[in-house]
């Protein structure tokens, strides 16, 4: 491997970490209804567990409530058993037709709550990007004794890796504050 493949190894990792973290906040509630929530809603259909949002219809009504339009209206108690199943914290109510998850307003308790879980996620990423950076600084001392580089081109390179990794865990914190504050917000 050369230094150049071990940096571009290096950075697709830490975007994808980013990339992670990102999907984690969008599965995280805040007082908005959501359609992202759902995504790992799986609703027994004909044996086969099957995502809910591949079996139907979400769309958001006045910004707190999802509503969700079964493609088949026989499969209408499966979806609101996934749902209770699903633990969102949000009981599900059915017309016949379709189902509705209202949102309610979070509490400040609430929100803090939230918070904490997403300065956690931030946190997980952080370590994840560090231990990226444990990697390649690995990868770059193996290089060292391969490839015989001088001890300016090893420090040049370390101060590289460490700017890559201020650079994504500057983003990760960026993130958390732009959610925080979304959550923070009422």
Known sequence: MSVDAMFKTGTEKMEKAIAQMKKEFASIRTGRANPIILDKV??????????LRQLSQVSVQ????LVITPFDKTILKDVEKALVKADLGINPSSDGVVVRLVFPPL???KRKEICKD??????????????????MTDELKKLEKSENLSEDMVKDNQDKIQKL?????KIAE??????????LTV
């Open 118 to 135: 997403v300065k956690k996620a931030c946190e997980d990423t952080k370590v994840a990007i560090r231990n990226i950076r444990r990697d």
């Open 62 to 65: 006045d910004g707190t409530t």
């Open 165 to 169: 990794t201020d650079k994504y865990i």
């Open 174 to 183: 960026e993130n958390s504050a732009e959610k925080e504050k979304e959550v």
């Open 42 to 51: 799986l609703v027994e259909y004909y044996g086969a567990p099957t995502p």
């Open 107 to 109: 509490t400040q308790d």
